[in-house]
């Protein structure tokens, strides 16, 4: 069976206009220079060559492929500046750069955990400076908590170990009351206690102070070889007070009730800066987790203003840390490409969307008619052997 004139003629068409593309692609002016910024490791560059070239080539492969290239080599390069980066501590350059690597190639598993590991320890960084703000304030509660995030976050970050042994040295000394160590032998037999305490206070070195409804009533207690401290706790106890420390070595003692405890609560005034959400929308949360009404809410600056004990308002730190944050984004990789169909039609390849034919008799010499049958490509598919007489 010979082969059809027409089908041959379609196909070398065809041949000759894919080879005129690639031939065109190939010599762009931005592939050159994307080959050569390449040979000299220039690969961001060579990236946005190639990316320009792109753009008067969308179809041709050899393109696509060198530009995949380049970019994976460039995400490579930064990549790697990035871990030199993290060894000499130059966080804000190491970001940059993982970041860097990982829009270039998202693929690769390493760079997603090079950027984890640099935002943790600029996290890092970051709370041992908001510890070190605290400490200057005397604010050592805090402090101590943000020393402990640092190093929960890295544990070599010998600044946040420091000023945790600091710290904690500093409280142990605070915390320390009574001038002595050494045991208590105490013995009253309906002791007025008043007189109780001011004994033990003597004992251990102390200053003592009674609110007006402490009851002067007398007590009988017996303790022998008991640490002040313990001896002091137990005196408490038994008559139903409590203690407040309003001095290094000063005490307050007054009945244990609860209008009592909230009179001599010690009560402080913070300001949380939100960056992300809304202060109006940020109350609500945390009047209903702190069990507070005294969170205000001052929508000019986007903060919150809250007056209430230091635990709670260490638990509001930490709620307000928890939910101040940016909603969760998706990055995409997008490519627009510019699709011209009059291009082929300018190299001169016009492909027919009909066919037409005549009937001519055998051995018929003359003119043929021009009153052809025009069928369309699917007609022409549709035609079987019942289609034939």
Same mark, same amino acid.
């Given at each position: 069976? $010979?082969?059809?004139t027409h089908t041959l003629s379609f196909a070398f068409l065809s041949s000759l206009m894919v080879a005129i593309v690639l031939i065109g692609a190939c010599t762009l002016p931005e592939v050159r220079r994307a080959e050569k910024l390449a040979k000299a490791g220039n690969w961001d560059e060579a990236v946005e060559a190639y990316r320009q070239a792109q753009k008067k080539a969308p179809f041709d492969p050899a393109i696509q492929t060198a530009l995949e290239q380049a970019k994976a080599r460039a995400a490579e390069q930064h990549y790697t500046e990035g871990r030199r980066f993290l060894k000499e501590n130059r966080l804000a350059e190491a970001l940059s750069a993982f970041k860097q690597a990982l829009g270039l190639d998202p693929s690769r598993s390493e760079?997603?955990?090079?950027?984890?590991?640099?935002?943790?320890?600029?996290?890092?960084?970051?709370?041992?400076?908001?510890?070190?703000?605290?400490?200057?304030?005397?604010?050592?509660?805090?402090?101590? *908590?943000?020393?402990?995030?640092?190093?929960?976050?890295?544990? %070599?970050? /010998?600044?946040?170990?420091?000023?945790?042994?600091?710290?904690?040295?500093?409280?142990?000394?605070?915390?320390?009351?009574?001038?002595? %160590?050494?045991?208590?032998?105490?013995? #009253?037999?309906?002791? $007025? /206690?008043?007189?109780?305490?001011?004994?033990?206070?003597?004992?251990?070195?102390?200053?003592?102070?009674? *609110?007006?409804?402490?009851? *002067?009533?007398?007590?009988?207690? #017996?303790?022998?070889?008991?640490? #002040?401290?313990?001896?002091?706790?137990?005196?408490?106890?038994?008559?139903?007070?409590?203690?407040?420390?309003?001095?290094? @070595?000063?005490?307050?003692?007054?009945?244990?009730?609860?209008?009592?405890?909230?009179?001599?609560?010690?009560?402080?005034?913070?300001?949380?800066?939100? %960056?992300?959400?809304?202060?109006?929308?940020?109350?609500?949360?945390?009047?209903?987790?702190?069990?507070?009404?005294?969170?205000?809410?001052?929508?000019?600056?986007?903060?919150?203003?809250?007056?209430?004990?230091?635990?709670?308002?260490? /638990?509001?730190?930490?709620?307000?840390?928890?939910? @101040?944050?940016?909603?969760?984004?998706?990055?995409?990789?997008?490519?627009?490409?510019?699709?011209?169909?009059? $291009?082929?039609?300018?190299?001169?390849?016009?492909?027919?969307?009909?066919?037409?034919?005549?009937?001519?008799?055998?051995?018929?010499?003359?003119?043929?008619?021009?009153?052809?049958?025009? #069928?369309?490509?699917?007609?022409?598919? @549709?035609?079987?052997?019942?289609?034939?007489?």
């Amino acid at each position: 069976m $010979k082969p059809n004139t027409h089908t041959l003629s379609f196909a070398f068409l065809s041949s000759l206009m894919v080879a005129i593309v690639l031939i065109g692609a190939c010599t762009l002016p931005e592939v050159r220079r994307a080959e050569k910024l390449a040979k000299a490791g220039n690969w961001d560059e060579a990236v946005e060559a190639y990316r320009q070239a792109q753009k008067k080539a969308p179809f041709d492969p050899a393109i696509q492929t060198a530009l995949e290239q380049a970019k994976a080599r460039a995400a490579e390069q930064h990549y790697t500046e990035g871990r030199r980066f993290l060894k000499e501590n130059r966080l804000a350059e190491a970001l940059s750069a993982f970041k860097q690597a990982l829009g270039l190639d998202p693929s690769r598993s390493e760079h997603h955990a090079a950027l984890h590991d640099a935002l943790r320890l600029k996290e890092a960084h970051t709370q041992l400076q908001t510890a070190d703000k605290l400490r200057g304030l005397g604010r050592l509660e805090e402090a101590l *908590d943000a020393y402990e995030r640092a190093v929960e976050l890295d544990p %070599s970050l /010998l600044a946040a170990l420091e000023g945790i042994t600091t710290l904690t040295q500093q409280q142990r000394a605070a915390t320390a009351l009574g001038g002595s %160590s050494a045991p208590l032998t105490l013995r #009253f037999q309906n002791a $007025k /206690l008043k007189e109780v305490f001011e004994i033990l206070a003597r004992a251990g070195g102390i200053n003592v102070l009674f *609110d007006k409804e402490v009851r *002067d009533e007398p007590v009988t207690i #017996f303790i022998k070889d008991t640490p #002040f401290e313990q001896a002091l706790n137990l005196i408490l106890s038994l008559n139903a007070l409590a203690a407040r420390r309003i001095g290094p @070595d000063t005490l307050l003692i007054l009945p244990n009730t609860k209008p009592k405890q909230d009179q001599y609560q010690d009560l402080m005034i913070r300001t949380f800066y939100l %960056s992300t959400a809304k202060a109006k929308d940020l109350v609500n949360l945390v009047r209903t987790m702190l069990e507070s009404k005294r969170v205000y809410v001052n929508e000019p600056i986007n903060a919150l203003v809250i007056r209430d004990t230091p635990v709670k308002l260490q /638990l509001a730190e930490r709620i307000i840390l928890a939910n @101040d944050r940016r909603e969760a984004e998706v990055e995409l990789d997008l490519e627009v490409l510019e699709v011209n169909r009059t $291009k082929s039609e300018k190299l001169g390849v016009n492909f027919a969307k009909s066919a037409g034919f005549a009937v001519v008799p055998p051995g018929f010499t003359g003119g043929v008619s021009t009153n052809t049958t025009n #069928f369309t490509y699917q007609q022409l598919t @549709d035609l079987g052997p019942q289609s034939f007489l």
